[in-house]
């Protein structure tokens, strides 16, 4: 059992800078695979990033450039640096944790195991 909690939300204008990050529990973190997605009101949930266990990433194409996404197994937490925000990043966003995802199945919410329970992200001036 894996449990999430996301931290780092917030308000920020437009071109500024936040650092989301999520908290597992659990020795077993460094096996996992980690991602990070996000809801806006009447749209469904969309794959942001993801890092997996052996540290290689991946981004959608509307956050590439713009967010980082990285892990520290020693503190059992991964963050998302996300940078010239746009109002269209405005979402809640969710961390998740999938164990050793199949090749293609990193991109699927529905392949994730473990949920934290989400943190608002509003750009806005």
Known sequence: QVQLVESGGGLVLPGGSLRLSCAASG???RFYDMG??????GK??????AIRWSDNTY?????K???TISRDN???TVYLQMN???????????CAAGADL???????????????????VTVSS
């Open 102 to 120: 199949a090749p293609g199945k990193i991109w699927y919410a529905e392949d994730y195991d473990y949920w934290g329970q989400g943190a608002q």
């Open 36 to 41: 990070w997605f996000r809801q806006a009101p």
């Open 84 to 94: 010239s925000l746009k109002p269209e990043d405005t979402a809640i966003y969710y």
């Open 65 to 67: 450039g713009r967010f």
């Open 27 to 29: 020795r077993t973190f």
């Open 59 to 63: 981004y959608a194409a509307s956050v």
């Open 74 to 76: 020693a503190k059992n």
């Open 44 to 49: 469904e949930r969309e794959f942001v990033a």
